[in-house]
């Protein structure tokens, strides 16, 4: 059965409360997973592995994490509570300007492909896919500085490479120049594209079908978010990781907790054939895990946020939830 024009998320709202719902959907969601994003992040930079009694020599002190709740407790006892919420500020920044480009750029090629091939032409799963990975693609490029940033914070212990978000900024175009801010970027596009063409694609196949299910503790849009999520999450993660190494290269990058990050420079698929040559192919899966962990109630989060925010914000309107003018 295909979906009534109400059911799709492109179709409903204008384009200020698209804007608006993104960066709320944001910046809840960011908070919310703060903790876990941070174990990623430790998690895919890290090198070695206990499993590997080779890999732990010259660790420089380093520590060794294993598993997501060993990992977040390591960080809590070490660093304390706040050290959970390492490079929180750029990261809401980040949420807030990418959720408010990726949802307003969705709505927006979505009315392009509309206007230049008409509603019927492209299966729907087709138009999704393309306006997603559109949005995937917009979002990323223009936020990009502060996910190197959020990266760059949450990748220092104790001993504090940047003091703060502004020396920060300072110090990384002194040192590094405006380049330094996109390190990481192409392979940062080449997962976001199918990652959130996928996403957006399972999203609106399944939503229609799950949006009316009675959960106990969600909704069938939370459900419907957190299934596209992991699906998308999965097929691109190891790009995800080779954006995490790649965005802690430069003369910081032996002042991280881990200090033994390998130096790479052979670009996107050099890096991949590096961590494979050194850790195997498991190396390019490093805090899949925790990864898959956060995108459920991520995903969930941002989506239950980003619809009933919108229809918040639609009701200041005067058109409803499907007014499709600015």
Not at 286 to 302: D, E, I, Y
Request: glycine share 12%.
């Amino acid at each position: 059965m295909s979906a009534k024009p109400g059911d799709r998320l492109k179709d409903e709202g204008t384009r200020l409360q698209v804007t608006a719902a993104g960066a709320t959907a944001g910046v809840v969601s960011r908070f919310v997973i703060a903790p876990l994003d941070v174990v990623k992040i430790r998690l895919q930079l890290q090198t070695h592995s206990l499993s590997d009694p080779l890999s732990t020599r010259n660790l420089h002190g380093s520590p060794i994490y294993k598993g997501t709740l060993p990992t977040l407790l390591s960080i809590f006892r070490s660093e304390g509570l706040t050290g959970l919420w390492k490079g929180n500020l750029p990261a809401e920044l980040l949420y807030l300007c990418y959720f408010a480009v990726q949802f307003t750029t969705y709505r927006q090629t979505t009315l392009l492909l509309h206007s230049t091939l008409g509603e019927s032409t492209l299966p729907p799963s087709a138009e999704s896919f393309i306006s997603g990975a559109a949005a995937g693609a917009t979002g990323t490029t223009a936020t990009y500085p502060l996910d190197l940033l959020r990266t760059r914070f949450a990748a220092q212990g104790n001993d504090k490479i940047y003091k703060g978000f502004l020396p920060a900024i300072r110090q990384i175009h002194h040192q590094e120049g405006y380049k330094g801010f996109f390190r990481g970027l192409a392979p940062a596009l080449g997962q976001i594209i199918p990652f959130m063409g996928t996403f957006f694609a399972v999203y609106e196949t399944l939503r229609p079908k799950l949006s009316k299910l009675e959960l106990p503790f969600s909704s069938g849009g939370a459900l419907t978010g957190t299934i596209a999520s992991v699906i998308a999450k999965t097929g691109t993660f190891p790009l995800d990781l080779v954006r995490k190494r790649i965005q802690v290269q430069g003369p910081t990058r032996g002042g991280y907790v881990h200090k033994n990050i390998p130096e790479y420079t052979h670009g996107t698929f050099g890096t991949m054939r590096e961590i494979v040559a050194r850790e195997g192919v498991r190396g390019l899966y490093r805090g899949l895990t925790v990864s898959l962990v956060k995108a459920a109630p991520a995903s969930a989060v941002t989506m239950w946020t980003y619809e009933r925010a919108l229809r918040f914000y639609g009701s200041f309107g005067t058109g409803g939830n499907n007014v499709k003018g600015i």
